[in-house]
């Protein structure tokens, strides 16, 4: 059984299921050691709430990188989430570089947009900053509002196959090495994530849930990263992620008092189940 140690480097949103929230228990759930670096911590995530508090934590991140090497702590794998400022996007490029086993493995996913428009607090400077970190990893993770804005696409909000093949050689071409594009839809029914690896695409397409929850997205990228530290290929991660986060979203879809993350704890032993140990 391969127990890896990942460390993930996202912020604390204390309600709302999203991020670390999500990030730590379904990585554990998957059986690997999981550390987490919290860049900030906010009472609720941006989206859907006023009135949030935010703590930033950008000077303790190298305080805390300082320590881990003086210790010689090292990791598998680094997976990124929400970050909040260009100065943390260069401190996890820093980490990157000193925190790593031989082999390590970077996964970033670059979440800073979605339906076609930036988060709260989000700028053209900070994308340009998030483009080098996206070019530097390993393996990214971008809706395709993130990918438009990753290679200067216009976003459209209904298109084709050539549109989606377009952004991702654009991402390709700019220094992209694996891809899972999410949240790819040609029909009102249907969506899917599309992997392109080692010059090869292919579509994961299935059900559409008719319900646009906060943090399915973090949801999605920490299950694709427990599936593929566990053994899987990076094709069938991205499937299993897609089919797991769809339960999570059926399991909240009924209840209208569940405004912002989805009930994804209960459905994690489906999650576990098919990651076959
Ligand atoms: O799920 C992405 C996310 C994470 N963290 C914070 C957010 C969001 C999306 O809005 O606001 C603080």
């Known amino acids: 059984m391969s127990y890896k140690r990942v460390l993930t480097v996202q912020d604390i949103s204390c309600f709302g299921q999203c991020s670390l929230t999500v990030a730590l228990p379904i990585l554990s759930a998957a059986g690997h050691e999981t550390v987490i670096l919290p860049s900030a911590v906010l009472s609720t995530h941006t989206g859907g709430f006023t009135n949030f508090t935010v703590c930033d934590l950008t000077d303790e ?23 909040g400022s260009a100065t943390q996007i260069n401190y996890v490029k820093d980490m990157f570089k000193t925190l790593g086993k031989e082999n390590l493995l970077k996964i970033v996913d670059p979440a800073m947009a979605d339906y076609g428009k930036l988060y709260y607090g989000f700028d053209k400077a900070f994308v340009e900053e998030m483009k080098t970190l996206v070019y530097s990893a390993d393996i990214i993770l971008p809706n395709i509002t993130e990918a438009c ?11 084709d196959e050539d549109y989606i093949n377009g952004i991702i050689d654009a991402l390709v071409r700019n220094g992209a090495k694996t891809v899972i594009l ?14 392109y690896e080692n010059g090869t695409k292919r579509y994961y397409k299935h059900v559409k849930v008719s319900k646009n929850s906060h943090g399915t997205g973090d949801v999605y990228a920490s299950a694709f990263v427990g599936a593929l530290l566990g053994g899987k290929n990076p094709f069938d991660s991205a499937a299993i992620a897609a089919d797991y986060t769809v339960k999570c979203i059926e399991n909240t879809v009924d209840d209208d008092t569940h405004r912002y993350g989805v009930k994804f704890e209960p459905v994690l032993p489906y999650y576990i189940g098919r990651l076959d140990k």
């Open 61 to 83: 991140i190298p305080k805390i990188t300082a320590h881990w090497q003086s210790e010689g702590i090292k990791f598998d794998a680094i997976y990124t989430g929400y970050l």
């Open 149 to 159: 804005l990753l290679t200067d696409t216009d976003y459209k909000e209904t298109y």
């Open 182 to 195: 999410t949240g790819v839809s040609f029909d009102s029914s249907t969506t899917g994530v599309y992997v």
